[in-house]
């Protein structure tokens, strides 16, 4: 079986995603072509993106350090002084931890340029995405919109998975953007490790038990 969502960017949203300055109207809702397939994931990052390349890089080398990597902390103020979050609350220092799990392919603990890049990209996607599914402008997404939301990124999940998530993640009821960002962050990365590792793809994975705790005590 294939994964709705790989080779076709992050949930659906082209990798050549523009940032999305606040105040503007959202993009209105068109969906994606209906996918059959029970998983969703993201493909790795491509040279193909490079609309804001200048501006990321600039972004990116303000705060980098001498091994020109960003931690957490870094990316934190990074993320923070770029605005890419708009109007809304600047990105905890623990979402920004595991936006690092999720793209660490080196395992440095760090981002190098080119994981930042991917992960702008998938930033300005979700962007987009939370924007769409926020039609009463509330600044936060109650379950109906998230339950939209997931659907659009590709995923066909159970409604006690969603009840889960909203759970998880909601302050009476509703979702900020933070946490927003947070629950994608991990489904992305938890379908990733899944994924890779349903070989037959048929949605069934055995695992080892000290396998299980890398992959999901990292994010």
């Not at 523009?18 to 993201?42: K, S, W």
């Not at 109906?144 to 590709?154: D, V």
């Not at 960002?181 to 992305?188: P, Q, S």
Request: a negative charge.
């Amino acid at each position: 079986m294939a994964y709705p969502g790989y080779g076709g960017g992050f949930g659906n949203f082209s990798i050549q995603v523009p940032e999305i300055q606040m105040g503007q109207p959202p993009v209105p809702e068109t969906g994606p072509a209906v996918l059959l397939d029970e998983y969703c994931g993201f493909p790795a990052f491509s040279d193909a993106y490079s609309s804001a390349g200048d501006s990321v890089y600039t972004y990116f080398s303000a705060v980098a350090g001498q091994d020109g990597e960003l931690d957490a902390e870094e990316l934190q103020r990074c993320l923070t002084q770029s605005g890419i979050s708009g109007t809304y609350s600047p990105f905890s220092l623990e979402t920004c931890r595991i936006m690092i799990a999720m793209l660490d392919r080196d395992y440095t603990g760090k981002l190098g340029f080119n994981e930042f890049k991917e992960l702008w990209a998938a930033l300005n996607a979700w962007k987009q995405n939370f924007m769409t599914v926020d039609q009463d402008g509330s600044g936060t997404v109650e379950h109906h919109e998230l339950r939209q939301a997931i659907g659009l990124m590709g995923y066909r999940l159970r409604p006690q998975t969603i009840t889960t998530i909203v759970k998880r993640y909601s302050k009476n009821g509703r979702i900020f953007f933070d946490d927003y960002v947070a629950c994608c962050v991990k489904l992305r990365a938890l379908t990733d490790f899944f994924r890779k590792r349903d070989h037959l793809q048929q949605g069934s994975v055995n695992f080892m038990y000290d396998d299980f705790l890398q992959g999901t005590m990292a994010i």
